[in-house]
């Protein structure tokens, strides 16, 4: 069993995964250790396999070939509510939230709650008010301290309040990793910064989170550890403290080969 | 939002800006555009709210025209014109609040229809099976319908473009064209014409039929889990789908149980026409869709209300009855409703430009 210097066992690990469409290779044999309570950030080119493996590890694709070992033991997602039901939540890029859907509604769309005894059961009856305080604890829980009525459409929202609804879904039902697809892409400095607190304060609650991102500002700023993706295969594994944001870009774009 | 920074304080107190008389024009403007603002987003959150103010207008306004309108015989006939359309309009927002259309509203119902009838009639099955037959026919019916949408993946305008025309001829082979009077029916089909009255006001079986499926369908669409994932499938279907609803399998589901509702439309049409014909509800589908459209639930799905839809109905219903109660020629009410229609369309455009 692999571990780290300190000994501790990787929450997530990939081994050689493999990923073909027809004749394009995405991903050629990639490697991948995530550990808990560590923020593990995805950075590479376009086409250099980063979304593909991100979708190999929350279960949209299956691999080729290779292994995926969750908590040390092996297992196969083929399909997103397979990872998802292991505990492997995703927030994607285009944030999947119901606009005119609230707060509430969203953080339980698809695992909504239904009333104890005979409402629940036989009329099928929604605890609204249940999922609401719930929705409250969360929040309130992950110190996001921009959402405050859960009653609120999300469509009234602002991209970051939007980005912290999708968060705070996955932190509530991501029981082992959560995995964020390009955060703050879509958001102002201010909102940006908001989300990378966010971050690090989903692994100060010992959550291990897989943040990938293109801007290397934000991810030096909040990851542990950096894998940097170049063809097809892990480059590199580098950290904030052994190597510069323009390093990490020379070998990301293979101006420079990993020391 | 844009504030504007206090005259006082502004360093370089140019002469106009410091005048307290003269107001900055821009803020007008702003203040303008935020009351515009307010309502918009309090339209947004009730969608039956200008429906219902509407109906509420053209009451008082056909009241006022006309003393006969107000009286309670006038007005339970019009419960009575509205009864079915009103049916037909809760299975139709079901599936506007997907976004998809149906064009073959009104075939469901006579095909349902005239299955009962003649399976109670010619074929002598007791009322109840009779019954029973007309509504898994028109639950059939939906379910080709939702096949149609969620497997071939057809727009549903033209899945059910083509299925108006195949359960239209189908009806009409099925019945050979002959309509079945409500003489030879069983009592328990044409129950839904029956009557009692409440304070001088004559109600129908079939306008409570009618009330029932608005409660259930209302119940189910704000208070289940299937409810919300009608909304998120026709909000956005493909955050549905990440969020771990099953889009394809709550469409279907929307389909059937709208055929299910248009069959029951055609039970209360049996009891308003007391009979059962293969000719009858060539207007259905249109009106429905103008019931559902006019109640505020918006074409582009994930947003509307079923109860705006009863409101809908009953708008067409008290024009129709206003207008020809002032004495209007029956085009003109045509003409108002069409105008009524644009003018929903219309203001639920605004309604989501304002939105984000």
Redesign the interface.
Known sequence: MMTDLQGRQPVLQAKNIVKTFGRVVALDGVDLELYPGEVLAIIGDNGAGKSSLIKCLSGAYTPDAGELLLDGKQVRFDS??DA?AAGIETV?Q????????DIA??LF????V?KRGVLGSV????D?KGMRERAEEQVKALGITTLQDMTQ?V??LSGGQRQAVAVARAAAFGSKVIILDEPTAALGVREGGQVLQMISDLRDRGLPVILISHNMHHVFEVADRVHIQRLGRCAAVVTPQTHSASEAVAIMTGAQRAA | MKTHPPSATAPTGSAAAASPDRPDPADEFFREQTVAGRIQ?VL??YPALSPAVVLLASVIVFGLMNDRFLRPENLSLITQQVAVVGALAVGQTLIILTAGIDLSVGAVMVLSTMVMAQTATANGVPAIPALAVGLLVGLAAGAVNGLLVTRLKLPPFIATLGTLSVFTALTLLYSRGATVRGGELPGLLTWTGESFTVGGVRVTMGVLVMLALYAVVA??LS????G??V??VG??P???G????SVKRVLLSVYVTAGAVFAVAGWILVGRINAASPNAGTDANLDSITAVVIGGTSLFG??GAVWGSLLGALIVGVFRNGLSLAGFDQLYQTLAVGVLVIVAVSIDQWIRKG??
């Open positions: 997103a509510q998802r994607y285009n944030l999947a939230v119901s606009p005119a859907l509604s969203n769309l698809g695992r909504e239904r009329f099928r009856m929604l609204s459409p469509e009234k | 987003s947004h959150r119940y189910a208070r289940t889990a299937w919300r994932h909304y998120a909000d956005d493909e955050a549905a990440l969020a771990g609803i994930g947003r939105r984000a």
